[in-house]
């Protein structure tokens, strides 16, 4: 992935944490819910913004896709199981 300049950073920043809100319950969406969700109209733009969320600098977030077949597709945010506090680890 190329690195962004200043001005295209200002930019799809706060489509990317749009994205990262929306998708930060776990649930299952449909590409017109998320697209309605992070009140962006293209797509293809938030596509690439959870895309980008996959890499480590971005969070390294586990973006998941199911084919619901005939071309139809939703997509979540997997989100890590909790994990306890176990007495004598350091946290």
Same mark, same amino acid.
């Given at each position: ?9 200002? !930019?799809? +920043?706060?489509? !990317?944490?749009?994205? /990262? *809100? ?7 969406? *449909? ?16 596509? !690439? !913004? ?5 890499? @480590? ?7 998941? *896709? ?10 979540? /945010? +997997? /989100?890590? +199981? @909790?994990?306890?506090? /176990? #007495?004598?680890? #350091?946290?």
């Amino acid at each position: 992935m190329s690195e962004f300049t200043p001005e295209e950073k200002r !930019r799809v +920043a706060p489509i !990317r944490e749009r994205v /990262l *809100k929306t998708m930060s319950d776990g649930l299952w969406r *449909k590409p017109e819910e998320i697209v309605n969700l992070v009140g962006h109209k293209d797509w293809e733009t938030v596509k !690439r !913004r959870m895309r980008e969320l996959r890499d @480590p600098k971005y969070g390294g977030y586990d973006v998941q *896709k199911k084919n619901l077949g005939e071309g139809h597709h939703v997509y979540r /945010l +997997a /989100l890590p +199981a @909790p994990q306890p506090d /176990l #007495p004598g680890l #350091p946290v």
